[in-house]
Structure formats: structure tokens, C-alpha cells
């Protein structure tokens, strides 16, 4: 039996736990692990194939949202498989061994749905790029396929000048988390540049947000940025060259959108074993991880059309097959 993607996709929708090549070629006569092995060595899907699928099945919005972040596959068992690498999760809260995957979402809040556009493996000792390289090379190719978009939204670790004038130059809106160590200054260039958290805020600017420059921005580039007290402990700051938001509250609301990207990274993990893969071969890694995203996307277009989540539409399958298997008959409790 020859492995298509086809049949690895149907995989990876279809198992509950297992999704290694030893798993599915137990399932299936005239299959073995090698077979398994070897396409995934031999293959080569790319994001620009992901593109091609999800093309037909996403609705644009004048007021779309592209959603920009990365997340870490946990490789913390791994010693030999390549492209894992240390580096910091935000999910372990630490540092752990995996691969880096950045990702980019389209959102239609009209519709209320959300779609997987593109992405890109992290792995600078292969090809050199950081992760911004990949986010400017992801929103450089969003014109040309006529995505409509309006308004941009990322994590503080994208917060850049260079991206800030992109965007600005694109005619595009963003919000952003800026760190507390950025420097900006609110008195009009009367004093030097100071960290965001020295700042000092009066209750109408706590409420309102207060005009101010990033450092390295244009001198003539004002952005607005909002304090939100997330917790006792916690203060977040919110960046935006929109000037519309009159209040702290509708900025947050706004910004809250870019927790949509953590939901496509939970299901992604949760759904499709897109971090089960043993293979040790960067090629293998890059095709699994490939395929796995695919499935997602099957899942999800499924699950849009059903009118359910995701992890009922995959629940189901299980549930059907209960459904087929507690009617035959059998000797085991005869």
C-alpha cells in the first residue's frame, strides 16, 4: 500500500491519540512503518499549498483582521531530531526544546471565524531568518494574493519600528503590546525618552490613553497608547496608530481579537498530533507539521459547515464508530 497525504491527513483527523507511523500502519494491511517513513522523507508540502487549500474557503472583510504569533512544538524528549532547539514557550512558561512555528491568522468579524493563511518553520541555523523575517515576508505576500484586510494584531515580541512603518506605509491599523522597558516620550520632545512603565498617568488618561512617540518612529508619527490593568499585579500596555478608540475599553476590546491565534494554536496541538511526530529528519518534520496543519483546516471547514467546535465534529468520529462496534456481536462478555 503506497502513503498519500491524503491518507496521512485522514490519519491525523481520524486517530484520538496515537499519531505516530507505527500506529497507522498497524491499522492498515500492507502497510508498515518504513512505508510511513519514507513518504515523509521523500515528500514536500509547503505553505504555499496550504494557501491553495484555504484560498477557496475564506471569506474576506474590508475590516478583516491578520493576527501575527508563534508558537513552540514541545520536542522536550528529543536528543537527535532536527530543527529542535531551545528556545522559550510561552505555553511551559520556560525555556524547552522544540520547534518554533509562526504563524499567521485571518479573522472575519462579521462571520466570527478564522482561518490559517500561512506560516513558517523557525529555524535560523537552516536558513537564517529570524522571526520577524518571517512575519515581513508572510504580510509582503497578503497584497498579491488579494487578501482584504484592515487592521493587524501581534504580540509585544513583534513591536518593531521597522513593521510600525510598514504597516503605517501600507495605510494599516495595528494594535500592539509594547513592553515596559520601550522608550517613548508623551511631553512633546520637552523631555528625553523614558521607559512605558515610568510614565506618569492622570485619571483621564487612564481612562482615555495619551498621545505620545516611539523611539525610532518618524518625528511627525503620534501613536496612542492605553494602560490595562490586567491584574494587581499586572499592567499591560497597548499601542495603536488608530486614533478612533475613545476609551481604554474599546481598545482592549479591539485587541482582544489576537486571542484567536492562541485557539488555532491549542486546537492544532490538541486535534491533529502536530507535535507527535519521532521522525528525525528535518524534511520528515517539515512535511508532518505540514500535513498536520492541513488536517486542521479539513477539520475546521467541517466543523463551520456542521455548526460545531472542532473537538465535538472529532468526537464524533469516535462516537460513531462506539455506535458500530457495541452491535456486533461478541464472546468477550458472553
Not at 487549500?53 to 491578520?66: A, D, E, L
Not at 528556545?87 to 462579521?110: D, F, K, M, R, T
Not at 492605553?226 to 475613545?246: I, K, M
Request: glycine share 6%.
Amino acid at each position: 500500500m503506497k502513503v498519500t497525504a491524503q491518507l496521512y491527513g485522514q490519519f491525523l483527523v481520524s486517530s484520538q491519540v496515537n499519531y505516530t507511523g507505527t500506529y497507522l500502519a498497524d491499522h492498515l494491511d500492507g502497510l508498515t512503518h518504513d512505508n510511513v517513513g519514507y513518504f515523509l522523507k521523500t515528500s514536500h508540502f509547503t505553505p504555499r499549498q496550504l494557501w491553495q487549500q484555504v484560498r477557496p474557503q475564506v471569506v474576506f472583510s474590508p475590516r478583516g483582521y491578520v493576527l501575527f504569533d508563534d508558537t513552540v512544538l514541545d520536542k522536550h524528549h528529543s536528543r537527535h531530531i532536527e530543527l529542535v532547539r531551545r528556545q522559550y514557550s510561552g505555553n511551559a512558561h520556560g525555556v524547552i526544546a522544540g520547534i518554533g512555528l509562526v504563524n499567521c491568522v485571518y479573522v472575519n468579524p462579521e462571520t466570527d471565524q478564522f482561518w490559517l493563511i500561512d506560516y513558517r518553520l523557525f529555524a535560523p541555523e537552516t536558513d537564517g531568518k529570524t522571526k520577524l523575517d518571517h512575519v515581513a515576508e508572510m504580510l509582503a505576500q497578503l497584497a498579491p494574493r488579494g487578501v482584504a484586510y484592515r487592521t493587524v494584531l501581534m504580540d509585544s515580541w513583534y513591536a518593531t519600528t521597522a513593521l510600525f512603518k510598514w504597516l503605517l506605509a501600507e495605510g494599516k491599523t495595528f494594535y500592539c503590546p509594547l513592553k515596559s522597558n520601550r522608550l517613548v516620550d508623551d511631553s512633546g520632545g520637552r523631555q528625553p525618552y523614558q521607559p512605558v512603565a515610568l510614565l506618569t498617568w492622570s485619571a483621564a488618561e487612564v481612562e482615555r490613553g495619551k498621545v505620545l512617540k516611539v523611539k525610532g518612529m518618524p518625528k511627525d508619527c503620534k501613536l496612542k497608547l492605553f494602560r490595562v490593568l490586567v491584574s494587581t499585579h499586572r499592567t499591560d500596555y497597548l499601542v495603536t496608530n488608530e486614533a478612533e478608540p475613545r476609551d481604554t475599553a474599546a481598545a482592549e476590546q479591539e485587541s482582544s481579537v489576537r486571542w484567536t491565534i492562541e485557539q488555532f494554536h491549542r486546537e492544532l496541538k490538541q486535534l491533529t498530533g502536530v507535535q507527535a511526530c519521532q521522525c528525525r529528519l528535518a524534511r520528515s518534520q517539515r512535511n508532518h507539521i505540514a500535513l498536520a496543519v492541513r488536517a486542521w483546516t479539513r477539520l475546521k471547514q467541517a466543523a463551520y459547515q456542521a455548526q460545531k467546535t472542532v473537538y465535538q465534529l472529532k468526537q464524533a468520529f469516535l462516537d460513531e464508530y462506539m455506535r458500530h462496534e457495541l452491535i456486533k456481536p461478541t464472546l468477550l462478555f458472553a
